[in-house]
């Protein structure tokens, strides 16, 4: 696992460079020269890892398994590097995958470790997925609305 991080944070950090440079010659590169945008993205960005790792918390404390913030913010870890590339639509099986890995590596069964897994990515997916319904069903909605009149 150190390896993989530390390869992941070098790859991320080459890519930084070169889409630095890169931006000295497309302007829809640009970086953002508002330091208020920039800490308000960061701030989101934070937030929301945050939230993911608050959702894995809960989880874990829905299935009654105690386990240390050191080990929660592993297995956050191990969740987004796994799904750093999407293979699948959802990252279904490879979200799955990262956590099992991670839970039994904490020294949890696998069946604690797979149902966690499964219910961890559906209430990751599932709020994503809901608000996409109900934009397309508004739009829907107001569009045969229009029709009828």
Not at 37 to 65: D, H, M, N, P, Y
Not at 72 to 83: E, R
Not at 123 to 141: D, E, H, K, N, R
């Amino acid at each position: 696992m150190r390896a993989a991080v530390t390869t992941v944070t070098l790859l991320v950090g080459i890519l930084f460079v070169a889409l630095a440079v890169a931006s000295r010659w497309a302007s829809e590169l640009r970086i953002d020269r508002s330091w208020t945008r920039a800490s308000a993205g960061l701030a989101l960005v934070i937030g929301t890892k945050l939230a993911e790792g608050l959702a894995i918390v809960a989880a874990q404390r829905a299935f009654g398994i105690d386990v240390a913030a050191s080990g929660t913010m592993l297995v956050l870890a191990a969740v987004i590097l796994g799904s750093m590339i999407p293979i699948t639509p959802g990252n279904a099986g490879t979200y799955e995958a990262a956590a099992f890995v991670a839970y039994r590596h904490l020294g949890l069964t696998p069946e604690q470790s797979l149902s966690l897994a499964f219910v961890q990515h559906v209430c990751f997916v599932l709020p994503s997925v809901g608000i996409g319904y109900l934009f397309v069903s508004a739009q829907t909605l107001a569009r045969n609305a229009i029709a009828s009149r």
